[in-house]
């Protein structure tokens, strides 16, 4: 959404339920985990962190939903993880063509999810490949996980 020629960052402190379908990372040097179509999660030391975006398939200039738990105890299934505090967590949105700063504080949610309400653009070069760098500090460490998805073109 554009207001003055600047993008205008939605943020919200609703929730819209829980995690399923995670998609664990592949061993470090695999791909990025991908969040099109299910939640995913990087481990980070003893924090598994997260990702799920809603509305899916994500379609460019639309609002789009981003949360974000981290769960200590990564060895624990995801039902039985604990969440934990992050301390000034952010969400920030590139891809290969720079498309203009796309930074979202993270806002507590519900059931231990922290989110951000985002619109991103569509790029006019046909790329639709964005990735998202989650970054935080988690029990006085930085954490930070990178995530990838593909946004779809808004309809004419």
Known sequence: MLAGGAWVRFRSAHSSGTAADLVAPAAQGRPVPDVTARDAF???GAVRITLSISPR???GFEHLRVRVRVDAAKELPASAARPVVLDGGEVTFEMAMPMGDHRYTLVRAE???WQ???VLPSCGSGDLRWSALV???VAGTRRTAKFQFDLQRPKE
């Open 42 to 44: 990087v481990e980070s």
């Open 57 to 59: 398939p994500p379609v």
């Open 111 to 113: 059931d231990g999810w």
């Open 116 to 118: 951000a309400d985002v």
């Open 135 to 137: 970054d935080a500090v």
